[in-house]
């Protein structure tokens, strides 16, 4: 297992630290986008990051706004909703992963959560080679705008069963993804998911869709 605090830059902006855990023979590497005044120190996202890591993946957890960003975002909340800020540096992140040695091989997850699923989905449009899915835990991907319309990559959106408003935004978001999408329910979960055994099916449900994605892009590259 490689377990190494790592550094990536945005070009002309910030450098952002993010946790990098690799298990030996990876299936691929999945790289968590937070959300709404949230950071690569999200339990939920390390409990599921932990969870994937067991069944193979390499993850990527990063801050994506500087210490003095976040100071001033927990005043004002004046990024938490900048999806072209989020996503922009998590595209720097999707760059830096095709160049470190042991991830740059290797086909690239997206797991975003909240306002970081808008961002991943918007981030997966610009950078469709090597991205090739997005799962999105209690996101708004609503957020994305116009931009999903330009997503092709399969997409999974995770909801609580009992977060009916953002059951509501993933349904209309939903009705602009062209390619392959789900929206699968939680029963009997909330928004943060915090009730017991859920967050472990949210990682079971975006391990399966991971293995389902990757097997239809060797489909699709290796026709028979």
């Given at each position: 297992m490689i377990s190494e605090t790592v550094s990536v830059a945005v070009p002309g902006s910030v450098e952002l630290p993010?946790?990098?855990?690799?298990?030996?023979?990876?299936?691929?590497?999945?790289?968590?986008?937070?959300?709404?005044?949230?950071?690569?120190?999200?339990?939920?996202?390390?409990?599921?990051?932990?969870?994937?890591?067991?069944?193979?993946?390499a993850t990527l957890l990063t801050d994506l706004l500087s210490e003095e960003e976040e100071r001033t975002d927990a005043v004002t909340g004046q990024y938490r909703f900048d999806i072209a800020l989020l996503a922009e540096r998590t595209v720097a992140s999707v760059d830096w992963l095709s160049k470190y040695p042991v991830t740059e091989a290797l086909p690239v997850h997206l797991f975003g959560a909240s306002t970081g699923a808008a961002a991943a989905l918007v981030a997966a449009a610009a950078r469709s080679g090597p991205i090739v899915s997005v799962v999105s835990r209690g996101g708004r991907p609503d957020l994305a705008g116009d931009t999903l319309e330009r997503v092709n990559v399969p997409v999974l959106m995770l909801v609580g069963g009992h977060d009916e408003q953002v059951l509501q935004l993933n349904q209309d978001?939903?009705?602009?993804?062209?390619?392959?999408?789900?929206?699968?329910?939680?029963?009997?979960?909330?928004?943060?998911?915090?009730?017991?055994?859920?967050?472990?099916?949210?990682?079971?449900?975006?391990?399966?869709?991971?293995?389902?994605?990757?097997?239809?892009?060797?489909?699709?590259?290796?026709?028979?």
């Open positions: 993010g946790d990098m855990e690799v298990p030996p023979s990876p299936r691929g590497v999945v790289l968590f986008v937070h959300g709404s005044g949230s950071s690569r120190h999200s339990p939920r996202n390390r409990a599921v990051a932990e969870d994937l890591r067991r069944q193979g993946w978001a939903a009705q602009h993804l062209h390619p392959e999408h789900r929206i699968h329910i939680i029963p009997g979960a909330t928004h943060l998911f915090e009730e017991p055994g859920a967050l472990q099916q949210v990682a079971a449900a975006a391990h399966e869709w991971f293995l389902h994605a990757a097997e239809t892009q060797l489909n699709r590259n290796n026709p028979r």
